[in-house]
């Protein structure tokens, strides 16, 4: 039934579904199984969309939709847009995002991945199920709380990784989170707390390979890189596009370590680094909800437009 | 076969999609129409002096606290049962959290919700909190609390409250600066107390080339402007009117001291540590020689048994310092504020309320850790301080007089100096940049934030 | 061919490669434990410290047990106990939104999965949109809706927010879709049996492991939530997150003017962080074997 390939609509060629025949309704007006299964379907979601349109879906319009609005309520087209792109924070938040996200990403996908992997291959199940616990632990700690864990760990007169602090030419705290560290600094944070969750969610990902695909691949006399490489990782790909989105939205909304650092620093990590951060000031801080709704607007298309990427490329959206 | 199937399902959906569109931006437009502004029936009632909501005698009055000031808003429901209070704590604004100020937000978009009173550790939210089409603070000298009253705080207590002629809160405590230093460190090395900044410039360097290791003053803070510009009257953060401001660093004041900072920093007598760090208790314990800075390093640093922990009877505390030939002027780090809020139900148990926490003796003399900002308490309160005897010299005379010094030419902003100190300025003093190079991009940046919180730049 | 789990593989001769890789992951692995494990470490021994020993002594020097009852003891009575109620606050909020959660995102990621209806991709793209937003720009929307129906201060201004997840969704979505095949569901339905039925009784027993996992993310997500609750739920009906930034403010390091009774020292504020993420750890434990149990190949056997 290729001829239908031809007239499919775009979206459906761009997901590549390859399955997409068999969501076609049948013609005309009978009351097929398929029928009654889609209703069976909205009877499923019904109860998580009442809660998105009430939680999700109302805010961002309501975000989206004052975002071009003015103070006292009137159309302003781009004038939200232009103001906060203007004010002399908006682009070093711009850059020490993307600084952040690059130096996060990039660590993130490659351990978590490694590291998931590595786990898995343990043969004691006590030793692959103690790591993963100990890999999770400051998965627990969450922004507020962790305030005294970094005012000390970060400064290389009372840190317990001292050592590491001075082998970097780093002698005092403020040093530490001097304006060029930062991105890195909150990579490793993020990384720190972040990894743990996600190496457990890969590794029962990895569980989800049947036994016979990988034994097939060892009677093939295919060594570890090589079953990982060619067996595991292609099969974990929807799962590892699905951790490239998630934590392109986290980074982007990078938001409580630097308040968090902030604080333990007594605002020498300034209060509008990141564009998160900005866009809370602009709310709370200058009372200007249009210019933060306008940041807003700004980091949802950019992280659209790059989680599009991992979305194709993930197939995050086919189905097998 | 799939053809008009495809067709069929491209042209249906759009058609749905725009409904669903339709509906949700009606409602959205009924949402926005409805919320800003949705204010409760106001009269203009001359005798408090702006509109008022109805008022009953009987409603409780919701008072926010830290819990630091959870004692005053107990000892005033136990002198006065009859009052109905609910007492709820937060933060306090403390450490630039701004929670005051996002919950007022907050509670202006949904109309509803404010709090009658709440007490702030930082003393500039009058500058947001009295300014807007509907304000939250109560103005309380046009006819709602007596002008006896507010005359009997020290001058220029309430300053930090007063925006264009209008007294919006209260004042709860001051925090002058004062020239701390150790007496007993003074006499065994021979040196006189200077009074002057000059005499503290020579002093250090003397202190540099006899006595290495010793400290006379600390720039580690994010507060430190507050302390050495505020006191050498720079005029670095001038708040013109309600939506003007200026600052000028490159006024003598301003360039001399900073002059004065780079000597002593490049002499190594000025610790680059915050006074709360690790380094500066393992450092200075015992080296401070001078530590000029606000009143409440009494209990924080020097009578902390986990900070400096001074022995008792070394520490005094010097009036402020003065240029050669004028009149010293003292600068001032924090001391907290109380405000009403406009939409209360209940403003005479409000005015209670503040009338005690701010000036009886059963909060501010017997329980309160800073020095209170109404007069008489404040004698009252430094007189059972000197009872201590932990500190020598005329300690209660000086506090007192430097309480009435502090310069009223620094300005209560709604924006936080000590952020753009510590963001501009502490991380290139620590990499050890001259602070006189630094003054242009210093003011740069406070200009810079002046002007995203709305401020015109004069 | 024979279905030999991984444990009783053939012995093979242990030459230089294999020997070169074990040392690579024990190196690896070994590395990364450290990583994570010192901070915490760290955290450990700084709750048993008073507060002199901890700025002057060094990071790993052990603590005393006085010292340690003295930093419980100055948390237990901060505020009449009031850490325990926060811990209350945010038990109760997390596990109601985690029921709901869960009634809520299973069926939707199932459907999503293998379901068939008009709107699949739409929610779908929706869902991505929503996670995609900042927070911030949503949480005063959200609070002006629970206002506008009078809830701000009740648990249903926490409880139901929290209970929205588009994070879990996905997760199932992608679970079922890959790890579920569809014949199974059409040999049931070959059966005879009806959609709820194929649901009930073939996808959720299959989806055990997922259900564990958007389970215990979404309880430790509503457990770690700070801004919206501190909009909608402050005062004594605050979590323990939003009430910890409270204990906070009177530390005197960070702000000064904290003293005398209520103020609280470093080493107590580390008692408190440990306080808070037991409960998560704990949990963690116990579930752990549940959230990776991966779903093996074996339903389809025709």
Not at chain 2, 91 to 104: I, N, P, R
Not at chain 2, 110 to 128: E, I, K, R, Y
Not at chain 2, 138 to 150: I, V
Not at chain 3, 25 to 41: A, D, E, K
């Amino acid at each position: 039934m290729t001829v239908s390939a031809v007239q499919r609509s775009p979206s459906d060629a761009a997901a590549g579904s390859s399955r997409g025949i068999r969501r076609r309704r049948p013609a005309g007006g009978r009351k097929s199984v398929a029928g009654q299964r889609s209703r069976v379907s909205y009877f499923f979601v019904s109860g998580y969309v009442l809660l998105a349109v009430a939680f999700g879906v109302f805010p961002t319009l309501y975000a989206v939709f004052i975002a071009f609005l003015d103070g006292d309520g009137r159309f302003s087209g781009l004038g939200n847009f232009a103001q906060v792109v203007g004010d002399f924070r908006f682009w070093p938040a711009v850059q020490h995002v993307g600084a952040f996200l690059l130096a996060w990403l990039v660590g993130l996908l490659a351990l978590v991945t490694l590291l998931a992997l590595l786990v898995h291959s343990l043969g004691r199940r006590w030793l692959s199920s103690s790591i993963r616990f100990v890999y999770y632990i400051p998965g627990a700690l969450a922004g507020a709380s962790s305030v005294v864990l970094w005012l000390f760990v970060l400064n290389p007169t009372v840190s317990p990784v001292s050592a590491v602090l001075h082998a970097f030419g780093f002698e005092t705290f403020v040093q530490t989170v001097s304006p060029g560290n930062l991105p890195v600094v909150f990579a490793v944070i993020a990384f720190w707390t972040g990894a743990g969750g996600w190496i457990v969610v890969m590794y029962g990902a990895l569980n989800s390979i049947p036994d016979e695909v990988l034994e097939a691949a060892r009677m093939d006399g295919a060594g570890a890189v090589r079953t990982a490489l060619h067996i595991q990782l292609p099969m974990l790909r929807k799962w590892i596009s699905y951790m490239a989105v998630m934590s392109l939205a986290s980074g982007a909304q990078l938001f409580v370590e630097p308040r968090v650092l902030s604080q333990a620093s007594h605002a020498v990590v300034p209060a509008d680094w990141s564009l998160n951060q900005l866009a809370y000031l602009y709310a709370f801080k200058q009372q200007d909800l249009n210019g933060s709704a306008a940041i807003a607007v700004i980091l949802l298309v950019v992280s659209l437009a790059l989680s599009t990427f991992f979305v194709i490329r993930g197939g995050l959206f086919e189905r097998d | 076969m799939s053809t008009p199937q495809t067709r069929e399902r491209s042209t249906r959906i759009p058609k749905r999609s725009v409904a669903a569109l339709t509906v949700l931006s009606a409602s959205m437009l009924a949402i926005t129409a409805c919320t800003p502004g949705a204010s409760t029936a106001e009269e203009a009632d001359s005798e408090y002096g702006f509109a008022t909501v109805e008022q009953k005698s009987d409603a409780p009055i919701t008072v926010w606290v830290d819990a630091s000031r959870q004692p005053a808003a107990d000892a005033f429901v136990a002198a006065n049962p009859d009052v109905p209070v609910n007492i709820e704590t937060y933060d306090g604004g403390a450490d630039g959290s701004g929670s005051f100020q996002t919950k007022v937000q907050a509670f202006d978009q949904a109309g509803s919700g404010w709090p009658d009173v709440v007490f702030s550790t930082q003393n500039n939210d009058a500058a947001w909190a009295s300014q807007g089409s509907d304000p939250f603070a109560a103005p309380l000298n046009k006819g709602y609390f007596e002008q006896s009253f507010l005359d009997g705080f020290t001058e220029g207590a309430l300053a930090p409250l007063t925006v264009d002629d209008t007294v919006y809160g209260l004042r709860n405590d001051l925090a002058p600066t004062v020239t701390w230093y150790d007496q007993s460190l003074m006499d065994e090395f021979g040196y006189s107390v200077p009074t002057t900044w000059e005499e503290y410039q020579e002093l250090g360097e003397k202190v540099a080339a006899e006595h290495p290791g010793y400290i006379v003053g600390g720039v580690g803070d994010a507060f430190a402007e507050e302390i050495y510009f505020w006191g050498a009257k720079a005029p670095v953060n001038t708040v013109v009117d309600a939506n003007t401001f200026s600052s000028d660093t490159s006024d003598p004041y301003a360039k001399n001291m900073a002059a004065i900072i780079d000597d002593l920093l490049d002499a190594g007598v000025l610790a680059q540590e915050s006074v709360f760090s690790p380094e500066f208790v393992q450092k200075y314990t015992g080296k401070v020689l001078m530590l000029p800075g606000p009143v409440w390093y009494s209990g924080a640093l020097f009578s902390n048994p986990d900070s400096l922990n001074a022995k008792p009877g070394t520490i005094a505390a010097g009036l402020p310092l003065a240029w050669e030939g004028e009149e010293p002027a003292a600068g001032n780090v924090g001391g907290g504020t109380w405000f009403i809020s406009q939409h209360s139900a209940n403003l005479d148990a409000a005015k209670k309320f503040l009338e005690f926490v701010t000036s009886d003796e059963r909060y501010q003399v017997d329980l309160a850790p800073g020095l209170p900002a109404h007069k008489a308490a404040a004698d009252k309160w430094l007189a059972k301080q000197a009872e201590g005897g932990f500190f020598t010299g005329d300690f209660t005379e000086n506090v007192s007089a430097a309480s009435a010094q502090i310069w009223d030419g620094w300005g209560y902003p709604r924006f936080s100096q000590e952020a753009v100190w510590a963001k501009t300025v502490t991380p290139k003093l620590a990499a050890g940049e001259s602070l006189v190079d630094l003054l242009p991009e210093w003011q740069k940046a406070i200009e810079n934030e002046a002007q995203v919180n709305g401020y015109t730049i004069k | 061919m024979s279905a030999t789990s991984t444990s009783t593989r053939p012995r093979h001769e242990l030459g230089p490669r294999d020997w070169l890789g074990r040392a690579f992951t024990v190196v690896v692995l070994g590395f990364f434990v450290l990583f994570f494990v010192v901070p915490i470490l760290w955290l450990l021994i700084a709750s048993g410290k008073s507060p002199h020993d901890l700025i002057t002594t060094g990071p790993f020097a052990p603590g005393t047990l006085d010292d340690l009852t003295a930093n419980w003891t100055a948390l237990v009575q901060f505020q009449g106990g009031i850490v325990f109620r926060w811990l209350g606050n945010s038990a109760y909020y997390s596990l109601a939104a985690l029921v709901i959660t869960l009634l809520t995102t299973i069926p939707a990621g199932y459907a999503l999965a293998l379901g068939d209806f008009r709107g699949r991709k739409a929610l779908l793209t929706t869902t991505l949109v929503v996670m995609l937003i900042p927070n911030t720009a949503l949480v005063l929307p959200i609070f002006l809706e629970l206002s506008a129906v009078n809830l701000i201060g009740t648990p249903l201004a926490a409880i139901l927010p929290f209970s929205f997840y588009p994070f879990g969704v996905y997760l199932t979505y992608i679970y079922f879709s890959t790890s579920v095949p569809r014949d199974l569901l059409d040999a049931a339905r070959m059966d005879g049996c009806g959609e709820v039925a194929v649901f009930r009784r073939i996808a959720i027993p299959l989806a055990f492991p997922v259900i564990a996992l958007v389970g215990f993310f979404s309880f430790v997500a509503n457990w770690n939530n700070f801004f919206l609750p501190f909009l909608t739920v402050p005062g004594r009906a605050a979590p323990v997150q939003v009430g910890l930034t409270e204990l906070l403010s009177n530390v005197p390091a960070f702000n000064p003017t904290a003293a005398g009774v209520t103020a609280i020292q470093l080493p107590t504020l580390a008692v408190a962080t440990l306080l808070s993420v037991t409960p998560v750890l704990l949990i963690f434990l116990f579930s752990q074997r549940f959230l990776v149990a991966g779903l093996t190949a074996g339903g389809t056997k025709e």
